[in-house]
């Protein structure tokens, strides 16, 4: 596990040669100089394959280098040279593996055989395909109800294996689609349509050009998005202003350097990015954004031409209803809950009514709250004041972080699915799938703590170690009848299993797809609704790789020798997957497979793009919020609100390193980030141990021990440490109320000297 970490300052931008250095690094930690630097030439441009880390979308005009620092890691962790074998699992049992940290695991390379659970071992054995299909057939088969199985999905799951994944387990029984978007954007799918009839972000690349405003809200570019910074340094370049709000002054939001500019690499040179960091207190997004309207609707009362009063009569419904909610809303309570001065406020909505075009984006950071999907909401409130939808450079922009997790919703990855998908699908398919809404993340991991689920099949993903209430999570999966994880590399989930447990290596998104028409390439939709091709370059890890796409087809015939479903066509050519999407989405993908081979691909039609608003009510909706409060409650003195997070050496629950150089941490990752004031206040040493303890309304305790207290600049009252190792401390009930979203981003505890 994590050593007790060392803290230097990091001073330098963001990017840069920090970011070139860490890139050359990672290539030759894995042994892939050469292969991985070739690869890389063929990453997010058209004949290659897609980024498998970020969703952030291409740009129409292709660069030589089209990269980040991040997607450079993620291509080499699966593109190395190192391989976990027979013999690795004959040298390691189980429980020897579960004392070895996360990073070490994935850094044992990639799987290479199909493996099996023996239980008198304690040791994966390998196992024939063939048998292991008809084990997963064979305990589908034998439960009770098809809803006691769950199917999750990554976002690392193609479009192609995502849709037929959703066919399988929906001719078997059950819409059970826990999913990773469960996990971070449900908050955008759930909480969005409400306003504006679509649960996706209405803008594209080219509007960040033509944007004279962006506003970056709970989110960390740098880290999370990298190739997002390109557009931001551009913008600024061109003197377009950037607000960020956040929590964390995080790096690459004050200074960024682009590797690709040469002239500021050869110059030391860097951008500042940021005209105005509000720095905002954990759950004050409402209260910030409530501020900013205040000030807009003052300016109007007083005869200015500050709303587009022409787009609210014409497009929008609740506009009376939310003026008096912000009319009602005292200064006093804006400015306590958000922690931001009155004058910065003002000075972010002067810049806000300047712009004529405006862009918000936000990430986890909003969606991670108790409240998300309704502050969401009240981001497209502030958007449409000023008629910030349907036009050029302006609209809401959610920056989703795997990079097909968008495309899984769209292609019937839904717990939730709309009567006229399902219809869809009994005329395309010939079996009446169920009608009844299946579990999400937080419903499965109950169903399998009350003993209902018995079966877990999970496409990808490191699902045990994501989710929230880690001991009781572990604990309910070992007592499953089976697991199967469908993987690259080595994980946590392969380690907390059922009774029965298989491994099932997989060819990743880089790699050569050849099946028997030939070479096969897959489809992704990323954050901006692009749909593209994605082609892998390089030879398969190993001859006994199978694609996601065959591992679906043979489950489905094995589960179901009697389907409707021509399962062994699709294996042979992905071409008759893409047929089948379109005719099941004719509005969104009629013609995929003509237009999915331009170069560019194609955008899916995003009805706020033209105005047009799918909502019962016809019209954009402005949604009021009562009070500014998003916590349910304030909490005691000694309540401090944790946010989890990632560290610049990862992504999602992948450890490419137990440092995160932009915040000065090195060595290790069992880290507290707190406000000095608040360190005192309790006693606390700089770089002390403490434990961490969640303050909550049950009977559980929840704690973690052994965290150095690292002094930040976080606000008053706020604290924040490292995702998966603080998800013990989330309770599975502390999530949005709308979305089921786990609020990782607002956790109450107190510390524990």
């Known amino acids: 596990m994590s050593e007790k970490p060392r803290f230097e300052t990091y001073d330098a931008p963001a990017g840069g040669w920090g970011a070139a250095k860490a890139t050359a690094r990672v290539m030759l930690e894995q042994s892939v100089a050469m292969k991985g630097s070739q690869a890389l030439l063929k990453m997010n441009h058209s004949g290659g394959f897609k980024c498998p880390s970020c969703a952030w979308p291409n740009p129409e005009q292709e660069k030589k280098l089209e990269f980040c620092e991040n997607g450079a890691k993620a291509l080499a962790w699966e593109a190395t040279r190192k391989c976990v074998t027979r013999n690795f699992f004959a040298q390691h049992s189980v429980a ?49 109800s098809p809803n006691q199985a769950e199917f999750y999905t990554s976002g690392r799951t193609s479009n192609e294996a995502a849709f037929l994944y959703s066919v399988f387990a929906r001719e078997f029984g059950t819409n059970n689609f826990p999913d990773c978007s469960n996990m971070c954007h449900e908050s955008t799918s759930r909480g969005l349509p409400m306003s504006i009839g679509v649960g996706k ?121 939310l003026q008096a909610d912000i009319a009602a809303t005292p200064w006093q309570d804006i400015l306590e809950v958000s922690g931001v001065a009155e004058a910065q406020i003002r000075r972010c909505a002067d810049i806000y009514i300047a712009s004529s075009a405006t862009i918000v984006c936000y990430g986890m950071g909003v969606t991670q709250q108790q409240q998300g999907a309704r502050v969401i909401q009240q981001i497209a409130n502030l958007l449409m004041m000023r008629g910030n ?103 946590r989930g392969h380690l907390v299993h059922g009774k029965q447990a298989l491994i099932l290596p997989v060819i990743a998104r880089s790699e050569i797809d050849i099946q028997a028409a030939g070479p096969q390439f897959v489809t992704i939709e990323d954050s901006m609704s692009n749909v593209t091709a994605s082609r892998g370059v390089l030879e398969p890890a190993s001859p006994e790789l199978r694609s996601e796409i065959e591992i679906v087809c043979r489950m489905a015939r094995a589960t179901l020798p009697n389907s409707v479903v021509p399962w062994e066509s699709y294996i042979t050519n992905y071409d008759f997957i893409r047929d089948r999407i379109a005719d099941v989405y004719p509005a969104l993908f009629a013609d995929f497979n003509a237009r999915v081979r331009a170069r560019s691909g194609f955008h899916l039609f995003t009805p706020p793009r033209e105005r047009k608003w799918f909502t019962k009510s016809g019209r954009a909706n402005f949604l009021v919020f009562d ?84 002094p930040f600049a976080m606000p008053r009252g706020c604290a924040a440490g490292y995702f998966p190792e603080l998800n013990p401390l989330l309770p599975l009930d502390h999530k949005d109320e709308i979305s089921a979203t786990p609020a990782a981003k607002s956790i109450p505890v107190r510390v524990i000297g």
């Not at 202003?241 to 040179?269: H, K, S, W, Y």
């Not at 960091?277 to 005869?303: P, T």
């Not at 606390?684 to 559980?700: C, F, G, P, R, Y």
């Open 96 to 144: 020897d593996l579960r004392d070895k940290s996360d990073h070490w695991l994935e850094e044992q390379g990639r799987l290479t055989e199909p493996m099996r659970y023996d239980a008198t071992t304690d040791h994966y054995v390998p196992i024939p395909w063939e048998d292991a299909f008809k084990l997963i057939g064979t305990e589908l088969n034998v439960l009770e």
């Open 389 to 491: 939808f349907g036009k050029i450079g302006a609209g809401i922009c959610p920056v989703r972080g795997h990079s097909n997790v968008q495309g899984d919703r769209t292609v019937g990855i839904d717990e939730m699915p709309p009567q006229a998908l399902l219809d869809r699908l009994q005329e395309v398919f010939g079996f009446n799938p169920p009608r009844a809404h299946g579990h999400h993340v937080v419903q499965s991991v109950k169903a399998m703590i009350a003993g209902t689920a018995k079966v877990f099949i999970g496409m990808g993903g490191n699902f045990i170690h994501a989710v929230p209430d880690t001991k009781l999570a572990r604990e309910a999966m070992s007592r499953l009848s089976l697991t199967v994880g469908i993987s690259t590399k080595l994980n």
């Open 627 to 710: 009070g500014v409060e998003e916590n349910k409650s304030a909490g005691s003195g000694e309540m401090l609100r944790l946010s989890t997070m990632r560290s610049h050496e990862q992504y999602n629950t992948t450890i490419y390193s137990n440092s995160d150089r932009y915040r000065g941490v090195y060595d290790g990752r069992m880290v507290l980030f707190m406000n000095e004031a608040d360190m005192r206040e309790r006693n606390i040493s700089k770089h002390s141990l403490v434990t961490l303890e969640t303050i909550a309304n049950d009977d559980v305790v929840r704690r973690v021990e052994g965290l150095t207290v690292y």
């Open 201 to 321: 972000g209405t803008v594209v690349l080219s509007d960040f050009a033509k944007a004279e405003a962006i506003f970056v809200i709970g989110q960390n570019p740098g880290t999370n998005s990298p190739r997002m910074m390109s557009d931001l340094v551009r913008a600024r370049k061109r003197k377009a202003p950037i607000v960020a709000v956040n929590p964390m002054p995080e790096r690459a939001l004050i200074r960024f350097t682009e590797p690709q500019d040469v002239v500021e690499m050869a110059t030391f040179g860097s951008t500042p990015i940021s005209n105005e960091f509000v720095h905002i207190r954990i759950g004050g997004d409402v209260a910030f954004l409530k501020g900013v309207m205040k000030v807009i609707l003052e300016r109007y009362e007083a005869g200015e031409n500050v709303l587009d009063e022409d787009f609210i009569r014409e497009h929008t419904s609740g506009f009376e209803a």
